[in-house]
């Protein structure tokens, strides 16, 4: 919960990550993920959390939640990194239940790819993360496997956020929204820079689409987003990408629209927790 | 636990070294007002076609200009549908009507990144201005290859201070979306290289510019009417393990020596 000019916003952020990966001999490359911030907050607090009652991924776990506390975030969506990031995304949301939602990771050129999927329904996953580039995949060369990942989901009520931005074309996943229609997508980053037009049209043209404001610079085309009647403001997403970008400067891109405060606290909160209800249906409370 | 986020901006003075003209004047002025702007750098824009219709930019820019005399600081830009001999007569009306304090190359200009054919150009920016005036490059540029990776900064922004190293020259957007790590490596390699904060992503790689090579090559830019001023701020003030002394170089101190203002 975060005061604005006398204005109280709950946060709940849809684009975060946590890794197995953080750890004390890892500490001179987390530059490459992390801002500096985080990094001084989760190794000066390094021995705050380690105990003997503790394992190591409950320290990790724990220094997640420290984060989150630091910048006054109420809920967040975790996204894995790497593959190896799924324990400790699935742990969070069982440790955190009303505080984080831990996504899964299918990439869609894994051999496995059915097993990995029906693993989802296993761990009680709500969501999954797709990332063209970590996984060297692209909508349109790998469509097989993607239409595989979104009938699953569709079938499943599990939801969908893909990094858009680079490395693919946003485009090639509009055929995939309007075939699995009742799937809810969330347009990581809104196509950053390079891309945002293309995730202007996805959502436009998509109504299962939605908009992450992380990462992406253009307030002015949020704002026509949610000037224009085909997309709408109930379709825009807070979102920090903790670690990789700053949370203030994130949040400032909400506080500096020209919309009415009931329309900040709907990107901040309320639009996700709505994308959630009507996606996850009863697995969501 | 609550926290307060008001801003606290009072005490800076700001030089905004990259903005656009807005068809709002009065949110063109409150913008200026509310962040305390002294002077700002106007730029030609890709989004308002500026580039293939300079002579409408220049027209567009004198309202501004007469409105805010001193404060205001044009961009020109090479037209590269003419040839550089036809520019020359464009450069010379632009220095001699217009205050122009540097120009801005944007990708979408259509031109191509050699040194054979971009030397005529600069040619004629160096029998025009000298070399007192910097040479803005968006960067952003287009995804490349089967695989579409954003363009790294070897094979596009530091292309320019490699071909004319007596230029200076500004790394517009901190590198842009996809090229923004490690900026400082550049910053490093060329003496001659400023960054501007406007559009990039994270804090981290401004912060390692201060760091590792100095205060005196980060520059404020909003991109205003595109982006958030107050967002362009609130990254500069929440860098970390940066100085308040620091703060006001990047803010307005590196551009008044910069643009010479």
Wanted: net charge neutral.
């Amino acid at each position: 919960m975060i005061i604005y000019e006398n204005e109280e916003y709950r946060l709940w952020d849809c684009h975060t990550h946590w890794s197995s990966l953080i750890m004390r001999l890892l500490k001179p490359f987390m530059h490459l993920l992390s801002i500096y911030d985080i990094i001084d907050l989760t190794f000066a607090n390094w021995n705050r959390f380690k105990g003997k009652e503790n394992s190591n991924l409950e320290n990790k776990m724990m220094r997640f939640q420290l984060v989150l506390d630091y910048y006054h975030i109420d809920r967040a969506i975790n996204l894995p990194v790497f593959k190896l990031d799924r324990k400790i995304s699935y742990e969070l949301q069982k440790k955190y239940p009303k505080r984080v939602i831990g996504f899964g990771i299918v990439n869609p050129k894994d051999k496995k790819l059915d097993q990995n999927l029906e693993d989802l329904l296993k761990y009680g996953v709500w969501g999954v993360k797709l990332h063209p580039h970590l996984m060297k995949f692209r909508y349109d060369y790998h469509s097989d496997g993607v239409g595989r990942i979104f009938e699953f989901c569709q079938e499943n009520n599990i939801v969908i956020l893909s990094h858009t931005g680079s490395h693919s074309e946003i485009k090639n996943i509009i055929p995939l929204l309007k075939k699995y229609d009742d799937l809810g997508f969330i347009l990581g980053h809104s196509g950053l820079q390079p891309q945002i037009e293309q995730a202007y049209k996805c959502a436009k043209e998509c109504p299962n689409a939605y908009m992450d404001m992380s990462g992406n610079p253009y307030t002015y085309k949020f704002l026509e987003a949610i000037r224009d009647p085909d997309i709408g403001i109930e379709r825009i997403l807070f979102g920090t990408d903790i670690p990789t970008l700053h949370p203030r400067v994130e949040i400032q891109k909400v506080l500096a629209l020209p919309i009415s405060v009931d329309e900040k606290r709907m990107i901040f909160s309320n639009n996700l927790e709505n994308f959630l209800k009507k996606f996850l249906k009863d697995k969501f409370n | 636990m609550k926290q307060k986020l008001d801003l606290d901006i009072e005490k800076y003075k700001i030089i905004d070294s990259h903005c656009h003209l807005t068809s709002n004047f009065e949110d063109f002025q409150k913008n200026l007002e509310i962040f305390n702007i002294e002077n700002f750098c106007l730029m030609p824009t890709i989004i308002e076609n500026d580039f293939n219709n300079l002579s409408n930019y220049f027209k567009k820019v004198k309202s501004i200009v007469a409105k805010f005399k001193n404060a205001c600081n044009i961009f020109g830009a090479v037209d590269f549908s003419k040839s550089p001999e036809e520019n020359l007569e464009l450069m010379l009306n632009q220095r001699d009507k217009e205050k122009i304090k540097g120009i801005k190359f944007h990708y979408e200009q259509n031109f191509i990144l050699e040194k054979k054919y971009l030397r005529p150009y600069f040619q004629v920016i160096e029998d025009i201005f000298g070399y007192d005036i910097p040479i803005y490059i968006h960067t952003d540029w287009p995804l490349v290859g089967e695989r579409l990776k954003p363009t790294k900064l070897k094979d596009s922004f530091s292309k320019f201070p490699d071909y004319f190293p007596d230029f200076k020259f500004i790394m517009g957007h901190g590198g842009g979306s996809g090229a923004y790590v490690s900026i400082w490596k550049v910053c490093k390699k060329y003496s001659n290289v400023y960054v501007e904060s406007s559009m990039c992503p994270t804090t981290q790689s401004l912060e390692e510019v201060i760091w590792r090579i100095g205060d005196d090559r980060v520059l404020f830019g909003s991109n205003f009417p595109y982006c958030g001023t107050s967002i362009e701020v609130v990254k500069i003030l929440s860098m970390y393990q940066v100085s308040d002394e620091d703060r006001k170089n990047i803010f307005y101190n590196n551009a008044k020596e910069l643009f010479e203002l």
